[in-house]
């Protein structure tokens, strides 16, 4: 990969904001993204697992993309989720990307059939990208066993990046452990190795990573950001642990939903589509309060 | 439950036949379901595990459900798969078969995130029976937990049962763990019980369980049938035992495909979609050489 289509820094993973009856609400998503932009993140990445990505339809899916690119937001500005449980519809959602001119595509492998063999997770990339048959695709594969159930380990990507070296950019590691980040490192260092895991950040950058597509910057940016600068300070660190260390108390994504409602006083942030529940009163009280003690900004 | 919408007996979970490209073979589709029907299945379930429900879009389901309607299969012998990772699917799905007078719906609860809470579980599904608001519908919940990763546990279920009496209308066990079934049993005795798990046949009918939706009756319903007797004799329990433990050394899903083959004489029927990979010629030899040793039909 040597061309400008690069997914660095600092990249959020962006949450879906949907209205009381569950439908995407495509004008305060573009606002969001909008926002995160002017705080400095290098780009959103629609439709992750943090977006809730999975519990859209492929007609949602396209729609939300599109809002985005109306709502100001460049192409090169996202990197967008397109996978899903059934390949016809990861080649649906990727082929618009590209269609829309967003080459960059964050693609999660089919997820209800489990141990499947590296054989299996070669063959099911390589048919996408064999099928998509366009040399402008800029695939990012989404490592995240613990939702997908199907790994991609760094041989089984190596093997896919040197059969399409045109096309395999990079790879998003969300699986929080260290050992196989880098081994990624080890394994595709001329692809963008990105994590998901916050606070793996510093030792990515050392080791020459590319950045992070993360779920905390669609709240605390500057905390992440804090983690990919060339020197981090022991303080920065800390913040992190001390954030994390508050939102394991709670399901992740309601949390995430929770807090940026607070922070922008809108409480319509709080709507989760099935199958999350939204965070109870009484938990989003302690969240609230928990972040707010510990001197992070809740609104 | 009195209505004569019910799910007793033998039905199988069929095979999906799909082309050399993977595209969804309609008619071969269609001649399987009768196939199966003349041999005496009760009905078919179209779209489940064994069909690779989740490798297909909704398109692609709506489509394959006509062709059996249009292939002479009575919506009556039909309960079919609508479950998808994303609720707006699953919703689109039900729908269409509602509207296509099939209304026995196997529903699948989304299957990306992990560790939902029971009411979490409880919600989603009733979410989509409100929104589907349509008395005709007869839900059979799909709990497999070891794909789906959300089990839907029988106090969940007899929850839903007793909030929507009339439209809860079963369950498929799949998880192949028995005392997880004879809790189903002492807790929804009123709705049809059904297991994957072939050999827990006898004891389910002995507790008053409906009878299976499974993927044997693919290639070997008399097998299966002889399970669903009154009295069942040790050698068709041992004929079932001696079967899984050849199975057992090939992934289920390609061994499956390849004893239709073998036993249509249709090779064609080999062919699965990703993320599963076709059987290699040397599995696939010995699986058949293994099965006609002893002494099943492989044709």
Request: aromatic share 8%; net charge neutral.
């Amino acid at each position: 990969m040597t061309d400008d289509n690069r997914v660095r820094g600092l990249w959020c993973a962006t949450l879906t904001p949907v209205g009381p009856d569950g439908s995407l609400d495509e004008a305060r998503m573009a606002g969001h993204a909008r926002d995160l932009l002017a705080k400095g993140v290098e780009g959103v990445a629609p439709f992750g697992t943090t977006g809730e990505g999975p519990s859209f339809s492929v007609t949602e899916r396209r729609s939300g993309l599109e809002a985005l690119l109306r709502g100001g937001i460049a192409p090169r500005q996202i990197v967008v989720g397109t996978g899903c449980a059934s390949l016809t519809d990861t080649l649906a959602l990727t082929r618009h990307a590209l269609e829309n001119g967003v080459a960059r595509c964050l693609v999660l492998p089919p997820f209800f059939y489990k141990n499947l063999s590296d054989d299996a997770v070669y063959a099911l990339y390589a048919t996408l990208v064999d099928r998509v048959a366009d040399s402008r695709l800029r695939l990012y594969v989404y490592h995240i066993p613990q939702f997908s159930s199907v790994g991609i380990w760094p041989d089984t990507l190596r093997r896919l990046a040197d059969a399409y070296p045109q096309v395999v950019a990079g790879v998003k590691d969300s699986a929080g452990d260290w050992t196989n980040t880098a081994r990624l490192l080890d394994r595709v260092p001329h692809l963008d190795v990105l994590v998901g895991h916050e606070p793996d950040l510093p030792k990515l950058m050392r080791g020459g990573g590319a950045g992070t597509i993360c779920g905390i910057a669609n709240v605390y940016p500057d905390i992440v950001r804090a983690l990919l600068a060339r020197d981090v300070a022991a303080a920065d660190e800390a913040r992190m642990a001390q954030f994390l260390a508050v939102l394991a108390r709670f399901p992740f994504l309601p949390a995430f939903k929770a807090i940026k409602a607070a922070q922008s006083g809108d409480a319509a942030w709080n709507a989760l589509r099935p199958p999350w529940l939204d965070l109870a009163d009484s938990a989003r009280t302690d969240l609230v309060a928990s972040l707010r003690g510990a001197g992070f900004d809740v609104g």
